[in-house]
């Protein structure tokens, strides 16, 4: 039988491709690794993961050697009287230490990227994402407007060229290059607003505003979805993200601006009765 029929060599090819940098904005089939950072959130949190599969490699193979040693050095053939030792102060010592070492190694970066992902740098756009049973609504409200932001059926989103169960009929759009506060909250249950390439991920939780960011590096369309188990339709709640030039975000607000339902001061949307 071919190794494709077991879907052996697609996965090959798919390895051979995160590896070499090709990867592309959407999600690949057999797709390895993350997808491709877009947001120095991301990339930091692609170079910690690295030096944790490094560290993880380095302590599997020890062992693995270590168990290949012990069986080949102290099998009953090779050692037909077994040693009485029942306490060695230095193995006891090592094996303590050692360890400690290796938490410490991940502990002091780890702390640096949560303090990262929690330092909140000054905004150049605020939006606030409502998760809902089951869509997104999205306020921006420096432009004092919101809309609803749903997925498309299969049918509209091949007609649209969107990708299955990931596009949505009224996307986000926010410019490249620029500082993005996300506030969250939930109208009815706990959602998450996910984009994988920023490296956010952020509970909207009922009653409360939670806070992320990111930073977009590079104009195109990012997808994400909700990932709380929210409910029967939570697989159809996705994100879309358009990241553009600050002079097409511009003229985007402009048309925004008639196009949806505007903000009042006096509107209690659930982020704002969250708020209080």
Known sequence: ????????????????????????ALPQNWGLTFQTANSPVMERIESFHTLLLYIITAISLFVLALLVWIVVRYNQRANPVPSKTHHNTLLEVVWTVIPVIILVIIAVPSFRLLYFEAGIPKPDVIIKAIGKQWYWTYEYPAAKFQFDSLGLSDDKAKAAGEPRLLGVDNPI??????????????????????LPEMGVKMDAVPGRINHTW??????????????????????????????VPEAEYEAWLAAG?????????SDETPARLASK
């Open 214 to 243: 990111f930073k977009a590096e590079r104009v195109g369309t990012y997808y994400g979805e909700c990932s709380e188990l929210c409910g029967a339709r939570h697989a159809f709640m996705p994100i879309e993200v358009k990241i």
């Open 1 to 24: 039988m071919s190794l494709r029929k077991f879907g052996i060599g697609a996965g090959v090819a798919a390895m051979v491709t995160a590896w070499a940098g090709t990867a592309l």
């Open 257 to 265: 601006k008639k196009k949806f339902s505007a903000i009042a001061d």
């Open 173 to 194: 759009v926010l410019p490249v290059g620029k500082v993005i506060e996300v506030d969250t909250a939930g109208a009815d249950v706990i959602h998450s607003w996910a």
